[in-house]
């Protein structure tokens, strides 16, 4: 049964990165016992191929390239069950000009003019609001103010 979990939670691994607690709950939902799926996850992390820094890096990485902004992958992050600390070095290391990619996400959905009508800029900011963007970030983005 333990070759069973590992060879799982293998598969799993290599599709895409996992955090320790999104893999562990996944092979809870597998019905595998608790002490296997704890010694797998164990081992997975004394191997190095599960590392919850590496995902951060990764998460960051892609969420950030799908035009979602920091606080929204902050979030995602947590109920991924990822530490506060990874999730801040990741988000430090990896130097997004987070006022430029609100910019980016803007121009894409909406063109490069500037809403000159209230209710358009209201649905530009709500956009990048759901998006995950600070209020400065949108109010840059958007209306051209920078802090």
């Known amino acids: 049964m333990l070759a069973k979990t590992y060879q799982s939670a293998m598969n799993m691994l290599a599709r895409r990165e996992h955090s320790v607690f999104e893999l562990t709950c996944k092979l809870q939902q597998k019905d595998f016992p608790s002490e296997l799926i704890q010694e797998v996850i164990e081992r997975l992390v004394a191997d190095n191929l599960l590392n919850d820094e590496r995902y951060a890096e990764a998460y960051v990485r892609?969420?950030?390239?799908?035009?979602?902004?920091?606080?929204?992958?902050?979030?995602?992050?947590?109920?991924?069950?990822?530490?506060?600390?990874?999730?801040?070095?990741a988000i430090e290391q990896s130097e997004i000009d987070w006022n430029e990619l609100a910019l980016e996400v803007k121009s894409k959905k909406f063109g490069e003019q500037p809403a000159e009508e209230f209710a358009l800029r209201a649905k530009q900011m709500k956009f990048l609001q759901y998006r995950g963007f600070?209020?400065?970030?949108?109010n840059a983005a958007v209306i051209g103010l920078d802090d």
């Open 134 to 138: 600070s209020h400065a970030q949108i």
């Open 62 to 89: 892609i969420r950030s390239a799908r035009g979602f902004g920091l606080q929204r992958i902050r979030m995602e992050m947590k109920e991924r069950g990822v530490a506060s600390e990874l999730i801040s070095d």
